[in-house]
């Protein structure tokens, strides 16, 4: 339950009993005038960019707004909807192209890189999307779109579609999860493979190939980009 002004309010009252907010019929404007869904959302944006997923509560946002949190919650139900919405308004941030490539494969990866660019410029939403329930905003669904017509110009179909498809997704996802969270120091990295060189005879090719050390975020997800690339084309030679 969500506890509002002292007050209880149940999930089928406040929405919650169908889990995503792009599912459920939106409620308008009722409320204090000033206040929108597109304000909301600014706001949250925001707020996450500055403070990251730990410091989102609805009664921060609210006073971020500067309403009461009733208010707030006229316009959405429940944080996992300000969560949503703040997602896919990430999304929006990009356009895909208004025309496909001649080379489906310069689609893809021309979708990808501007997806990996969208997460890292707000690194909490990355790990975001992993959570329970899968995206369905309008932005994300206009990406995904363009992303599946690519793999099926390409010649993928039914499953192999699919699965190229979470390959790609997690390829992004994971990339920038790691690069947003994964700050090592200086010494850090400098201990770190100290330690491997020490661990030599039992991890000869960990320790002669820059475990810690490698860092080149980007060079790394070209290449492994690539690697997906390359193989998505040898399945449809088949």
Do not use: C
């Not at 919650?16 to 959302?41: C, F, H, M």
């Not at 975001?128 to 363009?146: A, Y």
């Not at 994971?174 to 010494?187: D, K």
Request: hydrophobic letters at 40%.
């Amino acid at each position: 339950m969500n506890v509002i002004a002292g007050k209880e309010r149940t999930r089928s009252q406040s929405g919650g009993g169908i889990g995503n907010v792009w599912l459920r019929p939106s409620r308008g404007n009722k409320g204090e005038p000033p206040l929108t869904r597109a304000r909301i959302v600014q706001a949250a944006v925001a707020l996450l960019d500055e403070e990251g997923m730990d410091r989102l509560t609805m009664r921060r946002l609210a006073e971020r707004l500067q309403v009461g949190a009733t208010t707030l919650y006229w316009h959405v139900a429940t944080k996992g909807d300000v969560i949503d919405l703040a997602v896919d308004a990430i999304f929006g941030e990009t356009p895909v192209p208004a025309h496909h490539a001649e080379n489906p494969r310069d689609d893809i990866a021309r979708l990808v890189n501007d997806w990996r660019r969208a997460m890292l410029r707000h690194p909490w939403a990355a790990s975001v999307p992993s959570r329970q329930r899968p995206l369905m905003g309008p932005n994300f669904l206009t990406w995904m779109e363009f992303l599946q017509s690519a793999l099926l110009r390409a010649g993928l179909t039914d499953k192999r579609l699919n699965a190229a498809t979470w390959a790609l997704y997690n390829h992004v996802m994971g990339a920038t999860a790691t690069q947003s969270s994964l700050q090592l120091s200086a010494e850090e990295t400098r201990l770190g493979q100290e330690y491997l060189e020490s661990q030599r005879d039992q991890y000869p090719t960990v320790a002669a190939n820059n475990y810690i050390a490698d860092d080149d975020w980007d060079a790394n997800f070209a290449v492994g980009l690539e690697f997906l690339l390359d193989g998505i084309g040898a399945q449809t030679k088949r």
